[in-house]
């Protein structure tokens, strides 16, 4: 079992800088991947960007804004996200999961944490 908790969401002006974080237990943390996923208000919840033990990927819409990694000693997971836009706006949800050949597959999820970008 692993539990995940989210921290460092808030409220930034458009063009601004957030850094989330994300804490996992579990003595097995460097061995998952660990993502991130986003909901928007009336939207369906979407990937944002995984990081693995060896490799990271990111959403079109992220890619170059946004940079995921991690600290296994400190059994966590960031997120640092870079000129955002008011669309980043959303509650930011970290997970752990693993490769099941196909595609990861979460099984751990947090609570999220909310992102507000005013214009």
């Known amino acids: 079992q692993v539990q995940v908790l989210e921290s460092g969401g808030g409220l930034v002006q458009a063009g601004g800088s957030l850094r989330l974080s994300c804490a996992a237990s579990g003595r097995t943390f460097s061995t998952y991947a660990m993502g991130w996923f986003r909901q928007a208000p009336g939207k369906d919840r979407e990937f944002v960007a995984v990081?693995?033990?060896?490799?990271?990927s990111y959403a079109d819409a992220v890619k170059g804004r946004f940079t995921i990694s991690r600290d296994n000693a400190k059994n966590t997971v960031y997120l640092q996200m870079n000129s955002l836009k008011p669309e980043d706006t959303a509650v930011y949800y970290c997970?752990?999961?693993?490769?099941?050949?196909?595609?990861?597959?979460?099984?751990?999820w947090g609570q999220g944490t909310q992102v507000t970008v005013s214009s």
């Open positions: 990081i693995s033990q060896a490799s990271t």
């Open positions: 997970a752990a999961g693993a490769w099941d050949g196909r595609e990861y597959k979460y099984s751990y």
